[in-house]
């Protein structure tokens, strides 16, 4: 018999392990994001949760049971998320829909905390689990999962041996990267960092203050970029919002130094370990629209010290 078909024909009766992976891979690397870099999910990344989550549960048991009807069980899931991961990527990567009509409360749904070689997003990763899914069920659903070749398998080693090897890599992950947190705290210079910044920010006690520094039609482009990419996290008013973003009429970041100074800190934004995160919360890369170009992030910042200056 040829090698090759031997090959498949194993992998046809051993893809919904593969699944089992693929949901317990997907589940652990959500977990991470929100729970160790401090991401927060969406609305929309909650409803990829919510058909992800159950599957590492049900391809386990079903796995165990030697259910003949598991890729039956999972497919609605599976086909459900890919529809649900489509929609968030094109939300964030293309303007077809209109924006983040979905997602007014809260984090907005173009927010992209990632955005690996410029296209891997959390939505993108959620994608490629859920369609390994869909397509290993696909498979096991044609080779009909014959009787033998299940009965004789110990489906248990597996079955175990998969969810442990994950949680071990989350564990181990959750604990480099609260070693490098604790690194980055115990480094005295970055505590000195606030400092450098020259104390004079132009206070509305001092009286008005130059308030037509920037061209009235930067200043306009600016409030609708920060009401499209910002407005969710940091306030309509820029005044903060609890537990997503702080106040921003006030931050020294905005009203101190070079405009291109808080462009770049906007562009790097703060992560969970950066020893200048003053919140505990994280600030994504470019407010999570790395689309927006150094122009109309400076935009934004004009419209900031605008309206920080003019009442
Ligand atoms: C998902 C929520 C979120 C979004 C969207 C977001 N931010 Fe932030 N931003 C934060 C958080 C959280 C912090 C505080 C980080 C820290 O602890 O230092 C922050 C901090 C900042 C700071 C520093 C404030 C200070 O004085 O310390 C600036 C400036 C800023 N953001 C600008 C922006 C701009 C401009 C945008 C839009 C392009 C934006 N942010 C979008 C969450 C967000």
Redesign the pocket.
């Known amino acids: 018999m040829d090698e090759k078909i031997t090959w498949w024909e194993r992998f046809e009766h051993g893809s919904l392990y593969v699944a089992l992976l693929a949901a317990w891979i997907a589940m652990a690397g959500s977990l991470y994001f929100s729970e160790v870099a401090g991401y927060?999910p969406c609305k929309l990344c909650w409803y990829q949760r919510i058909l992800m989550y159950p599957l590492a549960g049900v391809l386990a048991v079903g796995l165990l049971r030697r259910d003949r009807h598991l890729p039956v069980l999972v497919l609605p899931f599976s086909l459900l998320g890919q529809g649900v991961s489509t929609y968030h990527y094109l939300l964030q990567k293309t303007t077809l829909f209109s924006e983040a009509a979905t997602c007014e409360i809260g984090?907005?749904c173009t927010?992209m905390w990632i955005n690996w070689f410029g296209f891997v997003t959390i939505p993108f990763l959620a994608l490629v689990a859920f369609t390994i899914i869909t397509a290993c069920c696909l498979i096991a659903l044609n080779a009909g999962l014959p009787d033998e070749e299940m009965t004789t398998a110990t489906p248990w080693v597996p079955v175990v041996a998969i969810p442990v090897a994950v949680v071990l890599a989350f564990v181990l992950l959750a604990r480099v990267n609260a070693q490098g947190h604790e690194e980055a705290l115990a480094a005295p210079a970055a505590i000195a960092a606030p400092a450098a910044f020259p104390t004079l920010i132009p206070t509305r006690a001092d009286g008005p203050v130059e308030p037509a520094r920037a061209d009235i039609a930067v200043v306009t482009q600016g409030e609708g970029?920060?009401r499209e990419?910002?407005a969710?996290?940091?306030g309509q008013d820029a005044r903060g919002v609890a537990n997503?973003?702080?106040s921003?009429v006030d931050?020294?970041?905005?009203l101190e130094g070079e405009a291109q100074a808080?462009v770049a800190?906007?562009r790097k934004g703060?992560a969970l370990d950066?020893p200048?995160?003053?919140?505990?919360?994280?600030?994504?890369p470019?407010?999570?629209?790395p689309d927006?170009s150094d122009q109309q992030?400076l935009a934004?910042?004009e419209y900031?010290r605008a309206r920080a200056v003019v009442p």
Do not use: K
């Open positions: 927060i984090v907005p927010t970029l920060y990419a910002c969710a996290c940091h997503l973003g702080p921003l931050s020294a970041v905005i808080a800190f906007i703060v950066d200048a995160n003053t919140t505990g919360l994280v600030m994504p470019s407010g999570g629209r927006l992030l934004i910042v900031l």
